[in-house]
């Protein structure tokens, strides 16, 4: 039985990786959680997780109040370390959510 290989193009180009075809496709979100991690750390991350951006405003869900007040006080702060991130503002407000985990 032969290996799968794709069939090439009559153009004489390569596949393409998914992720670069679906490229002009990605959110706001999907490039905010690219980056999450790397911006407000380990610890932040454990408790906190992006899930929605809209009408400019950045929906983060945590799963303790304690963390909620946290993120609140250092809004401003991580909006403009996510857009500097992201090469682009990302949302103009940020609403923090407790959820149940």
Do not use: C, F, N
């Not at 090439?8 to 706001?28: H, I, K, V």
């Not at 609140?72 to 923090?96: F, H, M, S, T, Y």
């Amino acid at each position: 039985m032969s290996r799968w290989r794709p069939l090439s193009d009559p153009a004489g180009e390569q596949p393409r990786r998914l992720g670069e075809s679906l490229g002009r496709y990605r959110t706001t979100l999907s490039l905010v959680l690219g980056v999450w991690r790397d911006v407000v750390g380990e610890s932040v991350a454990g408790h906190a997780k992006p899930v929605a951006v809209r009408q400019g405003t950045l929906i983060v869900e945590v799963d303790d109040p304690v963390w909620a007040t946290q993120l609140r006080w250092l809004g401003d702060d991580l909006l403009g370390k996510l857009g500097e991130a992201v090469g682009a503002p990302v949302a103009e407000r940020l609403e923090i959510r407790v959820g149940r985990r």
